[in-house]
């Protein structure tokens, strides 16, 4: 069976974020992680390779440094990795079109990738790929079982979870819960560095990039405010954040 793998490299969760001269987001300094969502994605890639028998192959676009988050997945166990090298700004179509077309020149039963990245919160580019590639999507899924070329996938819904059987091949999008991503080993991790890389470039796979959308500003949120007390006897201090809300934060 051939597994694959969109990955993304992120921001980490604990890193502070600041803006350059420009207004763009300065990454100088700023820890790069695999998106936590994509981790999902490689664990689950990883049991059913070694449930089913197969090879797992994970995917990613940026610049050279990108390949730390591919690096990490091989330590985790996958067996091979494309990076398509890139400094361009690509939005979730651009993005999109780069990866389906890598993944159209592969050999897979399954794709996995995080529902969504932590940096944009889009959750566009795994159902792009599943579009131009015209194969079935699965989202957020917190279950999947693969069996005589098809898929039951459970996935979240609003109130409760749904249950979904799909022919293979089909890309499914990785939410909490899915599994518990292992941590490389030592030996993983001197192992990753002798498994196989193919690095391509964006002109090497002659395909436009020009994004569909732009981000023309970005803009840090106000610093939070103190918060207030109500002092009072329980119905006085009711009658007086009711106040409060209505005329001060407007928000009843």
């Given at each position: 069976?051939?597994?694959?793998?969109?990955?993304?490299?992120?921001?980490?969760?604990?890193?502070?974020?600041?803006?350059?001269?420009?207004?763009?987001?300065?990454?100088?300094?700023?820890?790069?992680?695999?998106?936590?969502?994509?981790?999902?994605?490689?664990?689950?890639?990883?049991?059913?390779?070694?449930?089913?028998?197969?090879?797992?192959?994970?995917?990613?676009?940026?610049?050279?440094?990108?390949?730390?988050?591919?690096?990490?997945?091989?330590?985790?166990?996958?067996?091979?990795?494309?990076?398509?090298?890139?400094?361009?700004?690509?939005?979730?179509?651009?993005?999109?079109?780069?990866?389906?077309?890598?993944?159209?020149?592969?050999?897979?039963?399954?794709?996995?990738?995080?529902?969504?990245?932590?940096?944009?919160?889009?959750?566009q580019v795994m159902g792009r790929v599943a579009e131009v590639l015209n194969v079935p999507v699965v989202n957020v899924i917190t279950k999947l079982e693969i069996e005589d070329g098809k898929a039951v996938a459970t996935r979240e819904i609003?109130?409760?979870?749904?249950?979904?059987?799909?022919?293979?091949?089909?890309?499914?999008?990785?939410?909490?819960?899915?599994?518990?991503?292992?941590?490389?080993?030592?030996?993983?991790?001197?192992?990753?560095?002798?498994?196989?890389?193919?690095?391509?470039?964006?002109?090497?796979?002659?395909?436009?990039?020009?994004?569909?959308?732009?981000?023309?500003?970005?803009?840090?949120?106000?610093?939070?405010?103190?918060?207030?007390?109500?002092?009072?006897?329980?119905?006085?201090?009711?009658?007086?954040?009711?106040r409060l809300l209505r005329e001060q934060a407007r928000v009843i």
């Open positions: 069976m051939k597994i694959l793998v969109c990955l993304k490299q992120t921001f980490d969760t604990e890193a502070k974020i600041v803006l350059d001269g420009d207004g763009r987001i300065d990454n100088k300094g700023v820890t790069m992680i695999m998106n936590p969502y994509d981790e999902f994605a490689v664990e689950e890639a990883l049991q059913i390779s070694e449930k089913s028998g197969g090879e797992v192959t994970v995917i990613t676009t940026g610049g050279a440094k990108a390949q730390d988050a591919l690096r990490q997945a091989l330590a985790m166990g996958a067996d091979k990795a494309v990076l398509v090298e890139t400094d361009a700004v690509m939005d979730e179509y651009s993005t999109a079109v780069v990866l389906a077309k890598v993944l159209g020149d592969m050999e897979y039963d399954v794709i996995l990738g995080g529902f969504r990245a932590i940096d944009d919160g889009s959750a609003e109130g409760g979870s749904e249950v979904v059987e799909v022919p293979l091949p089909a890309v499914f999008t990785a939410q909490k819960g899915l599994n518990e991503p292992r941590y490389p080993s030592m030996k993983g991790i001197m192992k990753a560095k002798k498994k196989p890389m193919d690095k391509k470039t964006v002109s090497d796979l002659g395909v436009d990039v020009t994004p569909k959308a732009q981000a023309i500003s970005f803009s840090l949120p106000e610093a939070r405010q103190a918060g207030q007390v109500v002092p009072g006897e329980p119905a006085e201090a009711a009658r007086e954040l009711a």
